[in-house]
């Protein structure tokens, strides 16, 4: 069932292993973080693990396309024994969708930390094969491990080559495996104490809308929770607050990219692909208009094209700002491209210029507003009989009932890679 690819490492002398694995978990259970944190505490892992989402556009994730990358001291034939050992014993390989990727190098300079950061730099943004991951693998020496397809390559040695300019920080809580898919219980008010004693610096930890509580993910997998913030110190105060109403097996810090927009580059639109993660620049072309299921769209144009933006349904009150776009509206879009037919699925936008908007009103006659003489024919006066054409009409500005500034998706409707705004103000 395992492929196996070994391309020798030159050096050994460091006896440091870097580790990445991905693609472990189904829908029905399992979670490649859970892995690591099983590996965390049988290796003699060197600093945190780190859990890098990539692309959240492509069609092969699971839920969150998350990735994890560790690092380990210690015989590397036992380091590799363990892992592959906790990889095969753990990951739903029965399930024809998992296809687990493990990657391991025993040597990391700094051309090949290039390499490799590149490679993470186009999957966590754009859409990559296995082949161009196992030739990245065979430019950087690494072994790879595949298993089913072994798609999984792709986010391990992205994870792995990661280097993050801005990162945060998770304390992931997990659950006794007779606690599976069952409802997960925790003392609700203790999630409302962590938060308002936490955050900024923790975040997304609930809806302020809907009160939902977003740490605890629903889902058949060793997840009880995860808690999000800008430092270790600070989710391990926010866990300190936290009580939880069922057994808990053991818990885990992650250095990641998420609310970090590593994910997202400035584009042209006629430069956009299907899965790209994008920043664009343009003018509204369309007024914004509802359509079935409740989703909001609009077309946007920069001088290389046009493309269809869309707030879907499950990103509640933010379609109220989107609506009230007007054509001729200057604006900055943040987010990612679906399947084709191209249309950009907004994580947030940003109100550079407002057109000014007018409506054209019947003019005065007697004291009062004359009146519609029908479609097209001009006002009359019900006082005094007097008509006059339709280009009488009195030109009157409307307000805007719009801010210039940044607007984003609430944070139940909130992709992992998306950096909230009071992230960017800090
Ligand atoms: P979890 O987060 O719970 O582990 P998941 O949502 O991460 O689940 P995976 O099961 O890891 O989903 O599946 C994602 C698959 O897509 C992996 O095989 C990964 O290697 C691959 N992948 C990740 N990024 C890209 C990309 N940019 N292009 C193509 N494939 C990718």
Redesign the pocket.
């Known amino acids: 069932m395992c492929e196996r690819f070994i391309y020798e490492s030159p050096i050994f002398s460091k006896n440091k292993m870097f580790i990445g694995i ?4 189904s829908e029905k259970g399992m ?2 973080t859970y892995i690591a944190a099983l590996l965390y505490e049988k290796l003699g892992t060197t600093g945190y693990p780190r859990l890098i989402r ?2 959240p556009n ?1 069609p ?8 994890i990358a560790l690092n380990a001291k210690g015989n590397p034939k036992k380091i590799k024994e363990s892992v592959l050992e906790t990889v095969k014993k753990y990951a739903h390989l029965q399930n024809k969708k ?2 687990p ?1 493990v990657v391991f190098m025993e040597d990391l300079n700094q051309k090949n930390k290039k390499i490799l950061n590149d490679f993470y730099q186009k ?1 966590v943004s ?3 094969t296995i082949e161009e991951a196992e030739e990245i693998a065979k430019s950087v020496k690494a072994e790879i491990h595949k298993f089913n397809n072994g ?6 040695l ?1 994870a792995m080559g990661a280097r993050l300019s801005d990162k945060t920080y998770e304390l992931i809580a997990y659950r006794t495996r007779k606690d599976y898919g069952k409802q997960k219980k925790i003392d609700r008010n203790s999630v409302f104490e962590m938060n308002e004693k936490t955050y900024p610096e923790t975040f997304d930890n609930i809806d302020p809308d809907t009160g939902q509580i977003l740490i605890t993910p629903h889902g058949y ?1 060793p997840v009880f929770c995860g808690i999000r913030g800008n430092s270790v110190e600070i989710v391990k105060k926010a866990w300190r607050i936290l009580k939880p109403l069922e057994k808990i097996e053991r818990i885990q810090i992650f250095e990641t990219n998420q609310g970090t927009d590593a994910h997202l580059r400035k584009k042209k639109i006629s430069g956009l692909e299907p899965y790209d993660c994008a920043i664009l620049v343009g003018k509204v072309i369309s007024n914004p208009k509802s359509i079935e299921g409740g989703h909001v769209i609009f077309r946007l144009s920069d001088k290389s094209g046009e493309v269809d933006c869309a707030a879907y349904e499950p990103t509640g009150e933010f379609r109220d700002i989107i609506r009230k776009l007007r054509v001729g509206d200057h604006i900055e879009v943040y987010g990612g491209i679906g399947k084709y037919p191209t249309t950009l699925n907004l994580e947030k936008i940003q109100i550079l210029k407002l057109e000014r908007a007018y409506e054209r009103i019947p003019p005065e006659c007697c004291g009062r507003r004359m009146t519609s003489a029908g479609k097209g024919k001009g006002f009359k006066c019900k006082r005094c009989g007097k008509k006059l054409g339709e280009d009488a009409a009195v030109v009157k500005e409307i307000p805007r009932d719009l801010e210039f500034g940044f607007y984003e998706v609430p944070p139940r409707a909130r992709r992992h890679l998306s950096m909230p705004l009071i992230r960017t103000k800090k």
């Open positions: 991905d693609d472990t978990d979670c490649t990539l692309n492509i092969y994730k699971t839920r969150g396309n998350g990735a998992t296809n990727g999957t754009e859409i990559v798609r999984g390559v792709i986010g391990a992205a997998d």
